[in-house]
């Protein structure tokens, strides 16, 4: 009697000491559920920004965006554009590539990053950065990453092929002339 008498506090013990563990686990794992829930929206919002612009709404920057954004480009760019000044950039883009269009083709989100490579197509037929219309079609590879908070992009540092727009734009790349 006195076996059994200390075995069922043993075996209270054990359950409760793996129910609380299983308690602990479930904790964790709706965490990690949650984390990965607004990873997808994340992702969901870099697509459909770049949907968006492709239709012309250039608004969707600031529904996108909080107010206090800032835009990095390229990416160790030491005074950033806010969100009213990249907004202008955009006028400016569509202006000289009225078919601009971005492809959007892989996006990763981790924790409070996205990050995303696209290409950007158009035909440069409007005036654009003070050069007149040349006509020609530009392919340019850009990488981006946002750092969310609350739903929004706070900030995007961006790299992209921009000597390559250039030379598609009829430029040359030179060396200096020796002294």
């Known amino acids: 009697m006195t076996k059994l008498l200390t075995i069922i506090p043993l075996v209270f013990l054990l359950c409760f000491t793996f129910g609380c563990q299983d308690k602990e686990a479930m904790a964790e794992l709706e965490k990690f559920k949650a984390q990965a829930e607004v990873e997808e929206q994340n992702k ?40 009213k000044e990249l907004i202008e950039v955009m006028k400016m883009h569509f202006k000289g ?38 006509g020609n079609k530009i392919k340019v590879t850009v990488i981006e990453i946002w750092r969310m908070k609350d739903g929004k992009c706070v900030e995007s540092r961006e790299e992209g092929d921009y000597v390559g727009l250039w030379q598609q734009l009829g430029f040359e790349l030179k060396p200096k002339e020796g002294e």
């Open 44 to 83: 969901t919002l870099f697509k459909t920004y770049f949907e968006e612009l492709n239709k012309g709404n250039i608004e969707i920057l600031s529904e996108t965006c909080a107010p206090e954004f800032v835009f990095y480009s390229p990416s160790e760019e030491p005074e950033p554009d806010s969100l």
């Open 97 to 134: 590539f009225p078919d601009l269009n971005f492809a959007v083709q892989e996006v990763v989100a981790k924790g409070d990053k996205v990050i995303g490579r696209f290409t950007v197509t158009g035909t440069h037929s409007g005036d654009w950065n003070e050069l007149p219309a040349t």
